[in-house]
């Protein structure tokens, strides 16, 4: 849920706190409704929903209903107490903190926070008590996942890391010359409490599109139409005509791109493989000359000298014929492999002419795609997007570090060699010391990832190795330029230096989810 959104929400419910607290309701286990009564008389439900990838904060009228479902919710049902009497937002970040007066009784609850961290994948909703201490939360976060902040019961409440960005409450036209001569998206990158979805209403009600490059006229338009989207950020705004056409063709062109894009790559595929072929036909009168040169070596091979590289026959018609010659191998066995490598020719072009029509149809059906590609209507080219595609083999289990890196897991000695081989010279590579495991590669290409995910593919490589399952693996790690495969080693077999060492669970990270 975008900054802006929450900002909006809070807004509204300022304007009734402080709220008579009617009781919490639980419709499922991501989502909290807490009953208000608000001082103009008015009931309606606080309903956050806190559990990934799609959380969200909203005011809803009438009444909702459903028992704690979880441990966490039956403490926040016996701890939530009293009126609401704050609700805020810091800076215009996905957070929001409400705090509830708690209530006199026989035994006192007393005064609580609750913390709706609304951040896409790594949404959480936290209870707090008055001195900002954690006395539960929906989803414990440890360092070994979040090096910057660690969120279970006891531990003083840290809030997400600080960002710079510009308020657009308070920003000028000025404040906005950054964005000079870039396209308008790029105020995701400058601008507090704007993501994709009000990046996209935002250039609506400036009347340009994501894709403008920006002068000191869309400048202007962009700052006014800011102004109005911190008064009313809700997604309702009309397009002109123009604006309509403009914003389909970027739609349909960002739907173009990739489908052209892989139709391209495999008609360059399909050429490579084309050009292979007609090389192959090439080379059949190659072939001739090698059974012509074996024929020869099996009628001479008394004058042909043992331990020789080439020598020089008298060819069937009287003319000198040169014939090269492996030294360790006899006259008999010389032949024999040069009649193996004709044959061997005489097969390819023999495949080729069967391949070379179906490739070059191949190839002209590719061509036509994509030219009802370039010609496609929006319809037409949300269809062809949706189209399953063909599943391609896959090198390695896939994951993504907390940080956004790639990595990647052998799943066998082929695929550990593999791995290993083909990655950047700076990428990074793990493995569990002293036992048989994965090749782990943290996709880093030469930067230095924090230390969460230099732990995650550490608990990757431990939970990959005979190590499974223990409570401390040391995990050696380092570039890629630093291991190498010794002579005659089997595949997956590499020797390596300038290794760091970290200790982990042998268990799959909270947070891994295979792609």
Known sequence: MEGLLIHAVLRALGKELPALNLGLAFPDEGTLAVLLKGRTGRLFNLVLRYRPPSPSLVLEEGRLEGEPKTAFQRQLHARVRGPLVGAEQPKLDRVALFRFAGERGFVDTPPSVLVLEATGRNANLLLLDEAGRILGVDRVITKEVNRYRELKPGLPYTPPPPYEKLDPRTLTEEDLRVLLGRPLKEVIRHVDGVGQELMRELAKRAGLTPETPLDEAG??????????????????????????????EEEKEALRKPLLEALERERRTLLARLGDYQRALERLEEAEALRQKADLLLARLKEVPRGKERVVLEGFEGEPVEIPLDPALSPQENAQKLYERAKRLEELAERALDLIPKTEARI????????????????????????????????????????????????????????TRLAHSEDLWFHAQGVPGSHVILKAEGKNPPLEDLLFAARLAAYHSRARGERQVAVDYTRKKHVWRPRKAAPGQVLYTGAKTLFVEGTLPQEASEE
């Not at 030219?371 to 997007?385: C, G, I, K, P, Y």
């Open 364 to 419: 002209r059906a590719l061509e036509e795609e994509m030219a009802r590609v370039r010609e496609a209507s929006l319809e037409e080219l949300l269809r062809l997007s949706q189209r399953p595609r063909k599943k391609e083999a896959r090198l390695g289990l896939r994951y993504t570090s907390p940080s956004g890196f790639p990595v990647l897991v052998g799943r066998n000695a082929k695929e550990n060699d593999l791995l």
């Open 219 to 248: 400048l202007r338009k962009v700052h006014r139409a800011l102004k109005s989207l911190v008064e009313d950020p809700l997604l309702r705004t009309e397009l002109s005509e123009e604006l309509r056409r403009r914003f389909a």
